[in-house]
């Protein structure tokens, strides 16, 4: 199943301005869900860039980490869930596969997988949940 999403924050800087052995950005980044999961994201990442930089834009390369907490519904049902995420931004492309780790409320059963899917400027989560 396909979800729609919207970037409507991304806040990124690095982790250490000191140490530029050690290029690690972090980023606060929201997502507004509408599908049949509905609702908004919070998720933090970790960047390492890889051969490019954070001014290099939708045309860099980096290894990405991080955690997204949903809050909203799915399928009807009221809850949170988060997921933890590990992968590569490539050229505006991400492929960061994601597992749900702990689910709450309605959804405390919920269990599954996403990733992402981008199609000219529309971006998309691709799920694979079950209750």
Known sequence: MEVTFTVSKWDEKP????RKEFPINIA??????????TGKAFV???LFYIDSTID??????????GFLH???????????FTAI???????GNLDSPATIIKATG?????????NYKFTGETSKMILDFKF
């Open 56 to 65: 290099d834009g939708h045309l860099a390369t980096s290894k990405i980490s």
């Open 85 to 91: 995420e590990q992968g590569i931004f490539d050229k």
């Open 28 to 37: 606060h980044v929201e997502y507004d869900i509408e599908g049949e999961l």
């Open 15 to 18: 982790v250490d301005d000191t």
């Open 44 to 46: 933090e990442y970790l």
């Open 70 to 80: 949903f809050e909203g519904t799915y399928k009807g049902k009221q809850g949170t």
């Open 106 to 114: 309605d959804l405390e059963s919920l269990k599954g997988s996403y």
